[in-house]
């Protein structure tokens, strides 16, 4: 089982749809999560902490499932500028650091008009 | 504020070639990162550092090498370029190690021919 996995995609909806993505992870010591958002040919960008009581910012909400080991992001009324890859990042150690983070694959997004 | 710089943007080499990717932040972070990222891989860390004169090995360190003169710069050292070693590059910085931000750079599109 990979360490963190996302469906890759793409995931391709319609302006003003709700789109979902699940990320799983392998180590359930991991403590700190993340969604990065990375535009072609661009580098990553963090878009969001996951915490623990879920977390919301505008139009993304951010959950976290330990049990199940999975995090996911919510995407409402998506925008033309919102397609990009998104990257789940998980800390596969105790603490929060940086230099144990793992990278998924993405989940690329395609917002058509 | 420029953030993190790296240079060259692309570049082309030839096997058993050597060059240097430079990076430079202006942020004073404490830690630089740098990873490669390869088509349907996430992102792979290769080496690390906490600070000035300190640098410790991630994922992927074979084939490269780094130093860590001042806070500012973070160089990443090809001495034998291989195939293997086509990748996208990114240098990223953060504030500390405890679930900060990373700030990365606009990456470096390697070919090794």
């Known amino acids: 089982r990979k360490e963190v996995e996302q469906d890759p995609g793409p995931f391709n909806v319609p302006e003003g749809a709700t789109v979902a993505f699940n990320c799983t992870y392998s180590?359930?010591?991991?403590?700190?999560f993340f969604w990065y958002r990375q535009d072609c040919r661009k580098e990553p960008k963090l878009l969001m902490s996951v915490y623990s009581s879920g977390n919301e910012d505008g139009r993304f909400t951010a959950q976290l499932n330990r049990a199940s080991q999975y995090i996911s992001l919510l995407i409402r009324d998506s925008k033309l500028s919102d397609s990009a890859t998104y990257l789940c990042v998980v800390n596969k150690g105790y603490g929060g650091a940086t230099n144990k983070l793992i990278f998924g694959t993405g989940t690329l997004l395609a917002v058509q008009p | 504020n420029a953030g993190v710089t790296q240079t060259p943007k692309f570049r082309i080499l030839k096997i058993g070639q050597s060059m240097t990717l430079q990076c430079t932040q202006d942020m004073n972070h404490n830690y630089m990162y740098w990873y490669r990222q390869d088509p349907g891989m996430g992102l792979k860390l290769i080496y690390y550092?906490?600070?000035?004169?300190?640098?410790d090995k991630g994922e992927v360190p074979n084939g490269y090498n780094v130093s860590r003169s001042t806070t500012e710069d973070f160089p990443l050292r090809l001495e034998l370029a291989a195939p293997s070693q086509t990748s996208v590059y990114f240098c990223?910085?953060?504030?500390?190690?405890?679930?900060?931000?990373?700030?990365f750079g606009n990456g470096t599109r390697l070919t090794v021919t």
């Open positions: 550092s906490v600070g000035a004169g300190i640098t």
């Open positions: 180590n359930s010591a991991s403590q700190s």
């Open positions: 990223a910085s953060s504030r500390d190690s405890d679930n900060s931000p990373l700030h």
